[in-house]
């Protein structure tokens, strides 16, 4: 069966690479399925959940906004950060979540409003992510808005 080569790139490393059945991702005008064969591409990425199939193997990611490209019969999720779910500590997560609630809540100097708000975005995420992978049962909803 054909498979969609794929390639997610963070200024630091090579998150994951492999062959996928089919890609979701967050893209600005919502979520993107990509399929082995799509045609060529290029679409801007919000934060939010990656999802790559392969079989019934499902890997998801923790993206913080970047970009999705398909050429030449290859997908590349070139993100700010990307992380795996078994990759996240979910403790810091929650703490960076709690550091920006509180930057919001009382604005200071060296922390824009804006930054707080995708920061708090990016701990949201992760803790979707680390949330899902967990065995079904164990999951409590966790609110990304
Ligand atoms: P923190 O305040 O905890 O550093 P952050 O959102 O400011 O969170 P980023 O700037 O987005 O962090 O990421 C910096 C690096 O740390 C990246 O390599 C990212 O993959 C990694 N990272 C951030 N948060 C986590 C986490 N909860 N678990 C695992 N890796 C993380």
Excluded at 52 to 60: I, M
Excluded at 108 to 125: F, G, P, T
Aim: net charge neutral; hydrophobic share 45%; proline share 5%.
């Amino acid at each position: 069966m054909n498979r969609l080569p794929l390639r997610v790139v963070t200024p630091e490393k090579i998150a994951w690479e492999g062959y996928v059945d089919s890609l979701t991702v967050p893209a600005w005008e919502g979520s993107l399925g990509i399929l082995p064969g799509h045609a060529p591409l290029l679409a801007q990425l919000r934060e939010g959940v990656a999802r790559a199939r392969s079989g019934d193997e499902e890997r998801l990611l923790a993206i913080s906004g970047g970009f999705v490209e398909v050429f030449d019969g290859k997908a590349s999720l070139f993100a700010e950060t990307a992380e795996l779910a078994e990759e996240i500590d979910a403790e810091r997560a929650r703490q960076a979540a709690e550091r920006a609630k509180k930057a919001l809540k009382s604005p200071a100097a060296d922390v824009s409003d804006e930054q707080a708000a995708a920061a708090l975005r990016r701990a949201m995420v992760r803790l979707r992510v680390a949330e899902l992978s967990r065995p079904r049962g164990a999951r409590k909803e966790v609110r990304t808005s």
